[in-house]
Every structure is written in structure tokens, then in C-alpha cells.
């Protein structure tokens, strides 16, 4: 079975850009989480959604949307890109979304904002 | 207040030594307790989780890790350190239940000297 895949895996991007993230699940998963990884504020949740709908939204300003899609595939839009979204993304996906299931990782996105 | 503390970002031992990473989590979490491991650009792995069955659990790689509710810890072990065990080691909770939104600890990075 395929893992997790993020597209792009860097991205680089000047202020003000706007920049789509994508992630595919593991196939069957319909649970997609997104975090955001920074060396000073380290990993910290973004949105999860399940079968379509957003279940949580993390503490991040509106500049950051998600969606998920009937087959799960799941993408992120930041708006308006200021250097401190500078980042690894880090999408996560799992078969219930029940928080005991395992939750299985892709290898991320790095986003340079310059 | 923080859901999960991880004690010391930094942890150095001799390869062949014991590994001990410590995480201590706020009582008033339900008791879904993670060990992710993280490779140097690479996404994050799960060693192992706690979900309200065994107190001891075992996870890949030899580590494990022990359930303490009167301690409110879960601390992280592996008997005899190997090289291939330098990385960043991160400890999670999900805080409420049919959600996979994972609150982490801010890391602790091994270094496993010959």
C-alpha cells in the first residue's frame, strides 16, 4: 500500500504569494490532519478533516484554508504569505479518525517564503 | 498549560546505553498518550501509543514506553542505544475523543555517540 504523499516536497515563494499544498492519504483513510512545523514553535495543528468535513481548525490566522475532497485528498491554501510561514507542512492521514488508530505521516512540504 | 512536557530538547548517550526520554502530560487529558519519532527531513513515525489498555507498551525498534497515571508520566525506553537511533523524538496526546488532532511536546533530539 502507497504511504501518505505530499506534492510539492519545496516550494519556494516571495511575500504576498499564495501557495496550495496537496496531500493523498493512505488509500481507505478518510481522516487527513495538517500540521505546521517551525523550529521555534514546533509542531502545531492546522485543520483535520474527515469524509469532506472539517472536524478541528487549529489557532492559525484565516490567511490558512483546507478542503478535503470525496476521494480524501486533502489541500491547503495560505493566502497572502508572510516570511514566518516559512515551514515544514506536514500532513497526516488515518482510516477512522478516532484518535486510536494509528495515524500515518508523509514526508512533508517545505515552504521558503522570501 | 501544556498538554504534554518533554523534559531536556537534548539527550546524549553511549551507544549501548539506556535511552530515556520523559514526557509528563496534564491529568486532565484522556489517556491517549504517543511517541513519534522523527529522521532528519523526513515526516514523523509512530513508535507506539497508549489508548487505555496496557500501562507497558511496547512499540518498534525495542522502545517502549510505561502508562503512569499517579505520576502522570510516559516516559519513553530503549534498553541499549544504537546509532540508527539519533533523531528527534516527540511526545503527543489527543485530548478528546473521535478526533485524531495530536498536541505535541516541543522534541527531544538523541545524539548515540560509538
Known amino acids: 500500500k502507497a504511504g501518505v504523499t505530499q506534492t510539492p516536497r519545496y516550494l519556494i515563494k516571495t511575500r504576498g504569494q499564495q501557495v496550495t499544498l496537496s496531500c493523498s492519504p493512505i488509500?481507505?483513510?478518510?481522516?487527513v490532519s495538517w500540521y505546521q512545523q517551525t523550529p521555534g514553535q514546533g509542531l502545531q495543528f492546522l485543520f483535520e478533516?474527515?469524509?469532506?468535513?472539517?472536524?478541528n481548525k487549529g489557532n492559525f490566522p484565516g490567511r490558512f484554508s483546507g478542503r478535503q475532497f470525496s476521494n480524501s485528498r486533502s489541500e491547503m491554501n495560505v493566502s497572502t504569505l508572510e516570511l514566518g510561514d516559512s515551514a515544514l507542512y506536514l500532513c497526516?492521514?488515518?482510516?477512522?479518525?478516532?484518535?486510536?488508530?494509528?495515524?500515518?505521516f508523509g514526508p512533508g512540504t517545505r515552504l521558503t517564503v522570501l | 498549560a501544556q498538554s504534554v512536557t518533554q523534559l531536556g530538547s537534548h539527550v546524549s548517550v553511549s551507544e549501548g546505553a539506556l535511552v530515556l526520554l520523559r514526557c509528563n502530560y496534564s491529568?486532565?487529558?484522556?489517556?491517549?498518550l504517543f511517541w513519534y519519532v522523527q529522521y532528519p527531513n523526513q515526516g514523523l513515525q509512530l513508535l507506539l501509543k497508549?489508548?487505555?489498555?496496557?500501562?507497558l507498551v511496547k512499540g518498534i525498534n525495542g522502545f517502549e514506553a510505561e502508562f503512569k497515571k499517579s505520576e502522570t508520566s510516559f516516559h519513553l525506553t530503549k534498553p541499549s542505544a544504537h546509532m540508527s537511533d539519533a533523531a528527534e523524538y516527540f511526545c503527543?496526546?489527543?485530548?478528546?475523543?473521535?478526533?485524531?488532532?495530536?498536541?505535541f511536546g516541543t522534541g527531544t533530539r538523541l545524539q548515540v555517540f560509538p
Open positions: 497508549y489508548t487505555s489498555a496496557a500501562t
Open positions: 497526516a492521514s488515518s482510516s477512522s479518525g478516532r484518535g486510536t488508530d494509528t495515524q500515518y
Open positions: 488509500s481507505g483513510h478518510r481522516s
Open positions: 503527543a496526546v489527543i485530548k478528546s475523543y473521535n478526533t485524531d488532532k495530536l498536541i
Open positions: 478533516y474527515f469524509s469532506e468535513t472539517q472536524r
Open positions: 491529568s486532565s487529558v484522556p489517556p491517549y
